[in-house]
T-cell receptor, first 114, second 115 residues
Framework: AQSVTQLDSQVPVFEEAPVELRCNYSSSVSVYLFWYVQYPNQGLQLLLKYLSGSTLVKGINGFEAEFNKSQTSFHLRKPSVHISDTAEYFCAVRQETSGSRLTFGEGTQLTVNP | EAGVVQSPRYKIIEKKQPVAFWCNPISGHNTLYWYLQNLGQGPELLIRYENEEAVDDSQLPKDRFSAERLKGVDSTLKIQPAELGDSAVYLC?????????????FGPGTRLTVL
């Protein structure tokens, strides 16, 4: 079975500081990895996804993530955050044997302070 | 292009009452998903449709929950009767197909409060 662990439930940072949101997954087969963002009272929006190829994936809003197979991690990074990045971020995994079922982590609340 | 539409956005009911949620997916999307999101947690899949067929409903509590997707477009999720523990956000998502690489697009959700 696949599972996702987001290591930090809350991450407070100051504006223009770098940030890393950590995600580890567990799976015995090949996986596809996703990061979604959820703003208050809204649905989830895809930030980026790793399907294959380059392990460094660039997404929207200046975010990027690196797939590390040996460490089973897919951490999300941004070199300089803005107030508008304040939101809940979810890491998700899908494995070939689970159909198109996405398994989500519990989320990380990123709060960017002025 | 319009996104996934859900209604109502908010619903407050008393326990033991029935409730229904409606979802209209992105035009042309054959796959539709219903997720449950409890407070402070990530979404969990309830059911997945490929066109009219429910192909993954293993997580749907069938004693009180039901869903349908007539004509392979709109979908309705129903709870009867609702319990206090059903208070959550119900998210609908859609994708072009059921491929592993497809992106799922989410609606804004329906926030259900059961009193």
């Amino acid at each position: 079975a696949q599972s996702v662990t987001q290591l930090d439930s809350q991450v407070p940072v100051f504006e223009e500081a770098p940030v890393e949101l950590r995600c580890n997954y567990s799976s015995s087969v090949s996986v596809y990895l996703f990061w979604y963002v959820q703003y208050p009272n809204q649905g989830l929006q895809l930030l980026l996804k790793y399907l294959s190829g380059s392990t460094l994936v660039k997404g929207i809003n200046g975010f990027e993530a690196e797939f590390n197979k040996s460490q089973t991690s897919f951490h999300l990074r941004k070199p300089s955050v803005h107030i508008s990045d304040t939101a809940e971020y979810f890491c998700a995994v899908r494995q070939e044997t689970s159909g198109s079922r996405l398994t989500f982590g519990e989320g990380t609340q990123l709060t960017v302070n002025p | 292009e319009a996104g996934v539409v859900q209604s109502p956005r908010y619903k407050i009911i008393e326990k033991k009452q029935p409730v229904a949620f409606w979802c209209n997916p992105i035009s042309g999307h054959n796959t539709l998903y219903w997720y449950l999101q409890n407070l402070g947690q990530g979404p969990e899949l309830l059911i997945r449709y490929e066109n009219e067929e429910a192909v993954d409903d293993s997580q749907l509590p069938k004693d009180r929950f039901s869903a349908e997707r007539l004509k392979g477009v709109d979908s309705t999720l129903k709870i009867q009767p609702a319990e206090l523990g059903d208070s959550a956000v119900y998210l609908c998502a859609s994708s072009l197909g059921g491929s592993f690489t497809d992106t799922q697009y989410f609606g804004p959700g329906t926030r259900l409060t059961v009193l």
